[in-house]
Antibody
Framework: EVQLVQSGPEMKKPGESLRISCKGF????????IGWVRQMPGKGLEWMGIVDPGDSETRYNPSFQGQVTISADKSINTAYLQWGSLRASDTAMYYCARHRHPRVRGGTDSFEIWGQGTVVTVSS | EIVLTQSPGTLSLSPGERAALSCRASQSVSSNYLAWYQQRPGQAPRLLMYGASIRATGIPDRFSGGGSGTDFTLTINRLEPEDFAVFYCQLYGPSPPFTFGQGTKLEI
């Protein structure tokens, strides 16, 4: 079965660093871009950025560039979203999602397979 | 950055009725890059349509999508109880950011 499994909930303090993960199962991990989507409490979906696990090419939403780092380790079929210094406003659910089609140039594709989400809470 | 505006914000209908959800882009876009998602409470989003009018795998034919230029529509015929959720449109090309609309809540 094709699935993305995300790491568990996180509770952090402002200023701390964090890396959450998303592991792919049941498909060729390097063939599909993976993206990250933020959903703040009671709010809509925000596209953060994507990574091509095959060559680690990334594309970011300018609103998130410099605030987070998206990466992938193809040797263990895992994508990551990381923060160097968390803020209370980073409190949200974060979803990883896989593109529908393989090897799409430029990463222009919809998200067909979604992880279960990782809740990140940042509070002092 | 292209902005997607969805309307209405909330749509109140009954099972068996037909729903029409709108997604308007701030400038003309290619329908090749327009997707719709459904998000039920407590669940991850689910892809419904891509390329504006192509149903994703396993999506019943009660769901249909269309439109071009700046105006796109998701239509759901014969509403079932499980259809009531929040729906988002997304533009995923030609260049980032691949933004989502703010969502339409379909409620009973």
């Amino acid at each position: 079965e094709v699935q993305l499994v995300q790491s568990g909930p996180e509770m952090k303090k402002p200023g701390e660093s964090l890396r959450i993960s998303c592991k792919g199962f049941g498909y060729s991990f390097t063939d599909y871009w993976i993206g990250w989507v933020r959903q703040m409490p009671g709010k809509g979906l925000e596209w953060m950025g994507i990574v091509d696990p095959g060559d680690s090419e990334t594309r970011y939403n300018p609103s998130f560039q410099g605030q987070v780092t998206i990466s992938a380790d193809k040797s263990i079929n895992t994508a990551y979203l990381q923060w160097g210094s968390l803020r209370a406003s980073d409190t949200a659910m974060y979803y990883c999602a896989r593109h529908r089609h393989p090897r799409v140039r430029g990463g222009t594709d919809s998200f067909e397979i979604w992880g279960q989400g990782t809740v990140v809470t940042v509070s002092s | 950055e292209i902005v997607l505006t969805q309307s209405p914000g909330t749509l109140s209908l009954s099972p068996g009725e037909r729903a029409a959800l709108s997604c308007r882009a701030s400038q003309s876009v290619s329908s090749n890059y327009l997707a719709w998602y459904q998000q039920r409470p407590g669940q991850a989003p689910r892809l419904l349509m891509y390329g504006a009018s192509i149903r994703a795998t396993g999506i019943p034919d009660r769901f249909s999508g269309g439109g071009s230029g700046t105006d796109f529509t998701l239509t759901i015929n014969r509403l079932e109880p499980e259809d009531f959720a929040v729906f988002y449109c997304q533009l995923y090309g030609p260049s980032p950011p691949f933004t989502f609309g703010q969502g339409t809540k379909l409620e009973i």
